[in-house]
Nanobody, 123 residues
Framework: QLQLVESGGGSVQVGWSLTLSCAAS????????MAWFRQAPGKEREGVTC???????TYVDSVKGRFTISRDIANKTLYLQMDGLKPEDTALYYC?????????????????WGQGTQVTVSS
């Protein structure tokens, strides 16, 4: 069973940056495609960005040019660099993984989830 643990969330002001980390255990992450999702209060969980097992990436339009997904295969860690943060980025951020190789932002494609880390952006 792949286990995922997020860290790095916090409270920041508009325009600041944060880097989220997702540490995976038990299996090499290169076997999985992985993604970052977020859920704001009262809203559905949405896919933000994903990385395929081969390293290809996809971003939702609202974060393009501001967020960057990356991974350290040796250390089994997924990252989300978030720059130019906005109040609408406030959410609980989740790391997710699936056994298929392709990148996906569909929640139902993922069967491994972390517990989430809170990001709050204030103006």
């Amino acid at each position: 069973q792949l286990q995922l643990v997020e860290s790095g969330g916090g409270s920041v002001q508009v325009g600041w940056s944060l880097t989220l980390s997702c540490a995976a255990s038990r299996y090499p992450i290169r076997r999985f495609s992985m993604a970052w999702f977020r859920q704001a209060p009262g809203k559905e969980r949405e896919g933000v960005t994903c990385i395929s097992s081969g390293g290809g990436t996809t971003y939702v339009d609202s974060v393009k040019g501001r967020f960057t997904i990356s991974r350290d295969i040796a250390n089994k860690t997924l990252y989300l660099q978030m720059d130019g943060l906005k109040p609408e980025d406030t959410a609980l951020y989740y790391c997710a993984a699936q056994g298929r190789s392709r990148c996906s932002l569909a929640r139902l494609d993922f069967n491994y989830w972390g517990q989430g880390t809170q990001v709050t952006v204030s103006s």
